[in-house]
Nanobody
Framework: QVRLMESGGGSVQPGESLRLSCEVT????????LGWFRQAPGKEREGVAA???????NYANSVKGRFTIYQDNAKNTLYLQMNDLKPEDTAVYYC??????????????????????WGQGTQVTVSS
């Protein structure tokens, strides 16, 4: 049974950093893609970053150079390191899994419609 559990959200000031974690259980061997998505109040869900089973990554233009997605396979955990946070990064952040071949470069195009498994979300608030 696949399960994703996010943690690490919180409230920070602009310019500060946070690291989100997503523990992934039930992911058996094979191709997959893991992603981070976010949804701000009154806005549509948007893709933030993705990493596929080849280790390739992809980022939304709004977070390139500030966010880094990576995984620790030994810990079955996906991470999102977020630096230089801005008020516009405020949102609920979700991790998601596509348990099929999905290249990271394609993974953010449909804002999560390609992903079948989702965590419950963690709130990130950036405010002075």
């Amino acid at each position: 049974q696949v399960r994703l559990m996010e943690s690490g959200g919180g409230s920070v000031q602009p310019g500060e950093s946070l690291r989100l974690s997503c523990e992934v259980t039930g992911l058996t061997a094979g191709t997959y893609c893991l992603g981070w998505f976010r949804q701000a109040p009154g806005k549509e869900r948007e893709g933030v970053a993705a990493i596929d089973s080849d280790g390739d990554t992809n980022y939304a233009n709004s977070v390139k150079g500030r966010f880094t997605i990576y995984q620790d396979n030994a810990k079955n955990t996906l991470y999102l390191q977020m630096n230089d946070l801005k008020p516009e990064d405020t949102a609920v952040y979700y991790c998601a899994l596509a348990r099929r071949r999905l290249p990271a470069e394609k993974a953010l195009e449909l804002d999560g419609l390609d992903f079948a498994f989702w965590g419950q979300g963690t709130q990130v608030t950036v405010s002075s």
